[in-house]
Structure formats: C-alpha cells, structure tokens
C-alpha cells in the first residue's frame, strides 16, 4: 500500500456544516438526522479496542497532532470530525503507522503499536481505506478482490501460478462482493464503475483483510445524497461484528453512524460523546461556525 501524500486536512466549512440558513440558535443548524443512531448502539463492551496516549506529531514546530487520548471501545463506530486543520488526517496516519508519531503511545486491544509501519499494524487487525479512490482502473472489481486475498497468502503476487490455484478464493471473492453489493458487477472494469461503486469496492478490499478494527477515511466524500444513503447503510452491515473509526465532514452520515463522536481542533481534543451531546456544545458550535454575533 503506497504512503499518502503530505498531511493534511480537508475539513468542514460552515455551509457544509448547517442544513438551513435560517435564524436561530447555530445548534438547529447541525440537525440530528432522522434515525439516528449516535449513543443508541449496544454492541460494544468494556474492551478498548483502539487506544492513544498523549499522543503528538510534530512537523518542524508545527504541532499537527497534541497530546491526544482517545479510547475506542471494542464493536463502537467511533467518529472524528472537526474544522479544517484539526488535525484528523494526521491522527489516521499515525493509528496507522504511515507516520511516526513525535510522543505518545499507541495500542491495539493493548497491544503497543506505536511506530510500527502499515503492514505491522495491519497484522495486528487494523485494516484502512483512504480519502482518494485509487484502483486499477482495467482491472474488473473481481480480479481487485482476488489480489487482496491473494496477498494474505503464500501465494504473495506469484501471479505465472496456475488460474486454478489463484482461483481458490473465489467463493470468498464472491461473498464480498455480495457484501458491498457489487456482484452483479463483478467481471466489469472498474473504470466503468461508477463513484459510489468504486467506493463500495474499495471496503471490500478493507473487509478481505478480516480485520478487527476498520479505519474509514471519509467515506461518503464526493457522493451524492442517494450513494452516501446506500453508503450509510453498507458501513451499518460491515461493521457487525468489528471496531469501526472515521472521519467524515457530513454531519448526516456521523449523526447515522457513530454511537462516539470525538471532536478535534488544533490537533487537540475539543469534545467527546454522543452524537447529540457533542452538536449542542457551544465549543463545537463556535469551532466550526465562529463566535455568535451579539450586536
């Protein structure tokens, strides 16, 4: 898996925030979205999954990531939002080993992990995707399933084996797809696929890791209301069973998703808990629609 690009951090602006451009109070602007499931998710147990310390990244002076605890309990789906610059990025490279963080400590159900490169972490059952759809575009979405379980095995990228033997996955291949809904479309190019397939695609390729822990780097970016609807509710199927964090700016889909929510501004933690609880918090309120005008 290649490094991501330089950090940084596409956040939320004020009109992508709010749904309305009425008067009142900027909390009614951050609605609840209808069935929301923010703080109503019984799944998980006591068990922390995902932990940081202190945890700081320093880019010459500039402190992107500092002094951050977080705590992601076992079978949550745990959101981190905050404005641009916040530092949410940065915090995903450093879960995932694509940087080192400066201090502080990470583990993984409390295993130390801190430092660590991505394909350490990844043993450790933490799987990712990423902010920017990169596939093989002639590829068919088939072929991209194969060669994700292909590389869990021996096998590696042996690719003069035989077709019978590189076939063995198939059914495991074709449950996946399922799983995303893809299957109808499993022998088509990917680049004949549209955006919001692409997307699905790419948490097959996450869900053929098995992992345990499933890093969702703004899932929905660049949908449309229908994809990031059937999005919502492909991420609700695939994260039975396992420990889900993401970051998305769509307060619809984090209010839809997320039994946690944690706030980041300036690379420290601004505010942390239900869905609800966090969207009335004049904090959050002020960091990302600014002080209230009183005159």
Do not use: C
């Amino acid at each position: 898996m290649p490094r991501p690009p330089a950090p940084r951090d596409a956040g939320v602006s004020a009109a992508e925030l709010t749904t309305g451009s009425g008067a009142g109070h900027p909390a009614d602007h951050v609605r609840s979205p209808a069935g929301h499931r923010g703080g109503s998710r019984v799944t998980t147990n006591g068990r922390v999954a995902l932990r940081t310390q202190a945890l700081t990244k320093v880019f010459r002076g500039f402190r992107a990531v500092d002094s951050v605890d977080l705590v992601v309990r076992e079978g949550g789906v745990h959101a981190l939002v905050g404005p641009n610059g916040a530092g949410k990025t940065t915090l995903f490279n450093l879960l995932t080993g694509f940087v080192s963080p400066t201090s502080g400590a990470i583990t993984v159900f409390g295993e130390d992990v801190t430092g660590q490169q991505p394909e350490q972490v990844a043993r450790r059952g933490v799987a990712r995707s990423f902010q920017i759809t990169s596939l093989f575009e002639t590829l068919t979405s088939r072929e991209h399933v194969e060669l994700a379980l292909q590389g869990l095995t021996r096998q590696g990228f042996r690719f003069w084996r035989s077709e019978k033997l590189l076939g063995g996955n198939r059914a495991r291949v074709d449950e996946l797809l399922t799983q995303v809904g893809l299957m109808a479309l499993a022998d088509r190019q990917v680049g004949l696929l549209a955006y919001g397939q692409k997307r699905a695609l790419e948490l097959a390729l996450v869900l053929a890791l098995d992992p345990r822990v499933m890093l969702l780097d703004e899932p929905t970016a660049g949908m449309g209301l229908e994809d990031i609807d059937r999005t919502i509710e492909l991420v609700r199927r695939i994260a039975a069973g396992r420990t889900v964090v993401f970051v998305d700016h769509n307060m619809h889909v984090v209010g839809s998703l997320a039994d946690r929510v944690t706030v980041l501004q300036q690379g420290r933690v601004l505010a942390e808990g239900a869905y609800d609880e966090v969207r009335n918090d004049e904090r959050v309120i002020t960091a990302y629609l600014g002080e209230a005008d009183n005159a």
